[in-house]
DNA sequence: TTTTTTAAAAATCTCGATATTTTTTAAAAT
DNA sequence: ATTTTAAAAAATATCGAGATTTTTAAAAAA
């Protein structure tokens, strides 16, 4: 298989199987999917098109850095990576800049959104704010399924720390999906929409930064008993306490990717 | 020539008597569009490419009504009146859900977003938190130039002004585009991207929640003091009162659409 | 050498045809 | 009459070729 980030070469197209290995890839995704529990997004159900799954491929490489911050994309190079057409890419590409993960210049194509520490500090600022404000909404109205939800998250989360001390890069992607879950049952109980719909959007835009840091400074502070803390005070419904350590814990988060970046 | 928006798959069940209204308007504004037949891609504010120039004039068309709430994108029938091709026309409609002006679900196309006295309300709510973040820094930081910009762009909503009185119906769009201008100048000098990026959508929702009650409601009034003591807080770089201003300035605009969408 | 011009290469952008899925309509069955 | 099934119609999704633009490279001019 190919490369994803290359200048040159190219493999001669084998289109013999093409198709037949992309309904293959989608009806793989489609049963996975059904077993999942989360809608994906914007309360889709499934990947139900390649533009979708390209669109969810896509995110995921340029969130856990495949894909270079500020790099290139290349239509035909990424479309047959992807095994799909050059519109379905665009398309795809298109539904990326939604989430400002990839920018778009008239004829000048598409690129990966670069990072700054500028950037990760406007980041970081403005996802204390819609954190804070979804959480705080969240202990007012998170009824007992709310607290279920965060504990089970906890849990999960626990048990995948545990073995992310044995075999480090191989859960790396199991703890962030852990993370991801523990954080976002936190605030299951928020009703405005646009606030969750920020805190998304602010949410891969820290995690991509945290991966990149991740890939030079692997070591890891303790965020369990952070965690622990924040759940307790959510369940015990102090809210002014548990807005406080969720900013502390996203400041901490982000103070030694600043080292690193500012060495870029 | 067909029309731009099809009746076909409206459920019947919702003919109150401001629905019959609104939809009246709508279609005189829409035939009033229609029978331009300008062609279409001539004074384009310099659109390099299609998809460029077909987002622009759909995010018009959205906001100004002529594609009312929820209805239907078909493809084969907006890319024949805005004459581009369909693959064109997708990717104009991907860059659009970036805006929450479309939604998209997999099979079963686009669709104009849905309007909501609750998401008027969650709208408002976070603009007003944007403006007023933005609005500060700008008067901290802001420069000579930004308050020439400033002065400037009122004198020139102060024009349209005067005009919007004598002939409402034609300088509706040349306010709009001035209302937005001013507001734009006062937070110019904020260097924080995600503030701007998250106030320039909602700014687009609002923009068209506020034209959607305009169709019904006529009255418009007298935001031009609100607007020159707005500017004279900035000006004074009085930060808090330019933003409890601000914040007031917004809550009056969205008092009068409360009621209309009430109804429906 | 440095800049400008020109031609070739590569990439983006656009289009309409075709495949797939959903929706509608009609017929058949309970 | 209601529900099921099946065929037809309509709409969405996908593809790859061709048109346009940008980028690269080389040649010509300063």
């Not at 500020?70 to 539904?95: C, D, F, P, V, W």
């Not at 969240?138 to 399924?145: H, K, Q, V, Y």
């Amino acid at each position: 298989m190919d490369a994803l980030v290359t200048t040159a070469g190219k493999s001669p197209a084998e289109n013999l199987n093409a198709q037949a290995k992309r309904v293959e890839i989608l009806s793989a995704m489609k049963e996975q999917n059904l077993n999942d529990q989360e809608p994906p997004r914007n309360g889709l159900q499934g990947a139900k098109t390649l533009v979708e799954y390209a669109y969810r491929c896509l995110r995921k490489d340029i969130i856990d850095g495949t894909l270079p911050p500020n790099s290139k994309l290349r239509i035909e190079h990424i479309r047959k990576h992807y095994q799909i057409g050059s519109s379905t890419m665009r398309e795809a590409l298109s539904l990326l800049v939604a989430d400002a993960l990839v920018t778009v210049e008239g004829q000048r194509g598409f690129r990966v959104s670069p990072i700054s520490i500028e950037d990760l500090i406007d980041v970081t600022r403005m996802r204390k704010l819609m954190e804070s404000m979804a959480l705080r909404e969240s202990i007012e109205r998170g009824d007992d399924a709310w607290e279920a939800g965060i504990v089970a998250a906890f849990h999960r989360l626990s048990k995948v720390e545990e073995r992310l001390v044995l075999e480090p890069s191989i859960m790396v992607d199991a703890w962030e999906a852990c993370n991801a879950e523990f954080h976002k049952a936190l605030i299951a109980a928020c009703t405005s929409r646009w606030t969750l719909h920020f805190r998304e959007i602010l949410y891969y835009q820290s995690e991509r930064y945290r991966r990149f840091s991740l890939m030079t400074n692997g070591s890891r502070r303790n965020v369990h008993s952070e965690h622990e803390e924040i759940m307790k005070a959510a369940l015990a419904r102090k809210a002014d306490l548990a807005c406080d350590l969720i900013d502390d814990h996203l400041d901490r988060t982000i103070n030694g990717m600043k080292s690193i970046l500012a060495e870029v």
